[in-house]
């Protein structure tokens, strides 16, 4: 009887006997997990003493999911953590279409992917680095190395020596300034509640300020010339978006020099701390999750296979390259054969710069690499596998 799972680990063994630049720095410092068809996380405290004892177990084992830990450790097998001796942690941010409520997701749901979702969590990577890591933190870009996740999104390593010996405070603390958690408003327009403010022009953050003064002054400009919906988004009344984008050009000039008050607003002091609270959750609730301060937590290995797709976990490079990056074709591991497969109920499948489907309680033929995301995707079973295809 053909049995799928044979096949899969035999794919994978075969991927991990060739697979170079699979190795993460001082492998023997770090802890790793494997995953199987039943459990993601079958056993931790795995480590290995040389890249070689490395490459041998995953060709043997074949495992569904490699995890590597971002720390550094003394002792990487040993338990319970403690007893690892912590000598230092990389810092990862994590980027998932999933959290981000995309309007696609309510059509092909959050297990499933598309060009739309790919897109967006590209762009929300780019934002992350360009906007906090770089300006605000001071990383350079060639110390921020880019992995496609293998599934719905990117994970970010900052490889620079200043972040290793952060604890879990200073994770967090870091974590909450992404997410804008705690920001205090009232700082950003200095002339609020003071006696006799509502004669005083309303001062307030300039484009060209640092830190998330900066980031609330450019978006609010952004919304602003996007139009009347944009700024309805943003809790204003169709009255109060309508008199500000019509005046859009005098309101951007006073901005520009920080004065806020361009034009007469009733209330104006609620109403903009109103506008911009509104405005920093919207961008704080997308990246709230992307931190993990856990220095101990372990993440996808850069180049291992993902088992809910069979696609590697792609090392992209640095931020030059993500751009052009393409998940779906790059990502590929299984690249030769073709395979039968029963699938059940699939949405359309675009990989290697193909469309597959949609699918409804059918048999295809598939190049191996699209039978493998279905099936392990859960949206359908293989009954067949060819290493070369028909002539
Ligand atoms: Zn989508």
Redesign the pocket.
Known sequence: MFDPRQLISRLISAYYRDATDLYPRHIEKREFSFGTFDSKVAGRHFAFESEKRFTEYLTSAAPLYVSCSQAYYRFPAARPMEAKVLLGAEMVFDID?TDMN?P??KE?GKKW??A??FDAVKAETIKLIEEFLVPDFGFAEKEIAINFSGNRGYHLHINSKSVLKLDNYARREISEYIAGTGINFDEFFPTVGVEGTRLKKLMGPKPTDKGWQGKIANNFLDSLNKGVESLEGLGMTPIQAKQLYEKRALVELGIRSGNWDMVFIKKKDEFWKGVIAKQAIMQGDKIDKNVTADPTHLLRLPNSIHGDTGLLAKKVGTRSSLEKFEPMKEGIAFRKGEAKIHVTNSPQLTINGQSYGPYADEDVILPIYAAAYLHLKGVGSIKGYRSSAKA
Do not use: E, F, K, N
Request: hydrophobic share 45%; net charge neutral; charged share 0%.
């Open positions: 279409a995309l696609c997701q092909h992917v598309c739309v979702c």
